[in-house]
């Protein structure tokens, strides 16, 4: 049974720095695609970005580019770093997998982190 563990969520002020972390178990054979989502209250869960593999390219919404960061280290473990944050990159931030080798809506997702952005 496949499980994700973030962590690293927290509240920071607007123009800090916060990196998030997701340990996958339960991997079966075969690749996954890892991802990172986000709900803000009030709104549709939405993507924030996605790598299909280790070492593949990085993909990301328009509202995070040359902010965020993701990397994955490993089949089971990725990160997030958030820089230049802003208030509204305030929101509960999900680690979610696929075992697929290109699509990167997630059949499994973590139990989510806050991470708030106020001063």
């Known amino acids: 049974q496949v499980q994700l563990v973030e962590s690293g969520g927290g509240l920071v002020q607007p123009g800090g720095s916060l990196r998030l972390s997701c340990t996958a178990s339960?991997?079966?054979?075969?690749?996954?695609?890892m991802s990172w989502y986000r709900q803000a209250p009030g709104k549709e869960r939405e993507l924030v970005a996605f790598?299909?593999?280790?070492?593949?390219?990085a993909h990301y919404a328009d509202s995070v580019q040359d902010r965020f960061h993701i990397a994955r280290e490993n089949r089971t473990y990725m990160w997030l770093q958030m820089n230049h944050l802003k208030p509204e990159d305030t929101a509960v931030y999900y680690c979610?997998?696929?075992?697929?080798?290109?699509?990167?809506?997630?059949?499994?997702w973590g139990q989510g982190t806050q991470v708030t952005v106020s001063s």
């Open positions: 790598m299909i593999s280790v070492g593949g390219k």
């Open positions: 339960g991997f079966t054979t075969g690749n996954y695609v």
């Open positions: 979610g997998a696929r075992h697929s080798s290109f699509a990167y809506d997630p059949a499994h």
